[in-house]
């Protein structure tokens, strides 16, 4: 069965890494001031944490703090919000955020869920060529004159 998993590219943790580094001068310079490690340690944790997995039979958004998993029987529709972040709408009308997923993933999860999402960019059917568009500039009109 196909798989995808979406997540936080590694390199991120990069960054947790040289802001660990960065910080090391000021975390020493008094007691207390330690703490200042949890801010990249809490950064890696989402990286590593966040993650949505789609099969043919759900979805998996786990975040920092829990995961849900919705089987696709529930799944209504997916929004894409205006950054392009995708959260699955349920039958209640409720949002589940899928965690790195963005809209640029549509085809590929339109390919795992087997048919449930559809593929943007997908070729259109035969019968959608011969429906007129809607956004087509109309044929001039000529005057009576």
């Known amino acids: 069965m196909p798989r995808a998993v979406f997540r936080i590219p590694t390199p991120a943790l990069l ?3 040289l802001t660990a580094i960065c910080v090391t ?3 020493w310079a008094a007691p207390g001031l330690q703490a200042l490690y949890l801010l990249p340690l809490g950064f890696a944790v989402w990286v590593v944490r966040n993650r949505t997995t789609v ?3 759900r979805l998996v958004a786990r ?6 998993a919705v089987p696709w029987a529930e799944v209504k529709a997916i929004k894409v919000d205006p950054k392009g972040w995708l959260s699955a709408v349920l039958g209640d009308d ?3 955020r899928l ?3 963005r809209a640029g993933h549509l085809p590929t999860l339109a390919a ?3 048919g449930r999402v559809p593929d943007p960019s997908a070729p259109a059917e035969e019968g959608a060529a011969d429906a007129p568009d809607p956004d087509a500039t109309p ?3 000529e005057s009576g004159e």
């Open 112 to 114: 795992v869920s087997g």
């Open 15 to 17: 960054a947790a890494g």
């Open 99 to 101: 965690p790195a997923v």
């Open 25 to 27: 001068p000021v975390a």
């Open 55 to 57: 099969d043919g039979e």
């Open 63 to 68: 975040s920092t703090f829990g995961t849900r």
């Open 94 to 96: 409720s949002l589940v």
């Open 139 to 141: 044929p001039p009109v």
